[in-house]
């Protein structure tokens, strides 16, 4: 199995921007489609962006379409949100995840998890 690590996360400006990093040990990142979820206190877990194997395919949610930038460096073994314009309601705990059957803003289809890293946007 995969263990992930997120880091990156913190206190930023409202338009700001920050950049999260999920390092993974245990098994080569290329096996896996990699995703970004979040999830706000009292609110469920969202999708965020997510990132093919081969890094070829990616996908966003609306809301942060154009603002959020998902990538991987299998290399490295390392998975990167670039966010930018960061809004107070993109405060939350970021996650990232890891399947080996589809890249998919499903989180149920997600089998590896890391313990998220706190974002906080103030205004």
């Known amino acids: 199995q995969v263990q992930l690590v997120e880091s990156g996360g913190g206190l930023v400006q409202a338009g700001g921007s920050l950049r999260l990093s999920c390092a993974a040990s245990?098994?080569?990142?290329?096996?896996?489609?990699m995703a970004w979820f979040r999830q706000a206190p009292g609110k469920e877990r969202e999708f965020v962006a997510a990132i093919s194997w081969s890094g070829t395919s990616r996908y966003y949610a609306d809301s942060v379409k154009g603002r959020f930038t998902i990538s991987r460096d299998n290399a490295k073994n390392t998975v990167f949100l670039i966010m930018n314009s960061l809004k107070p309601e993109d405060t939350a705990v970021y996650y990232c995840?890891?399947?080996?059957?589809?890249?998919?803003?499903?989180?149920?289809?997600?089998?590896?998890w890391g313990q998220g890293t706190q974002v906080t946007v103030s205004s």
């Open positions: 245990g098994r080569p990142l290329s096996l896996y489609a």
């Open positions: 995840a890891a399947n080996r059957a589809s890249t998919t803003s499903d989180h149920t289809r997600y089998d590896y």
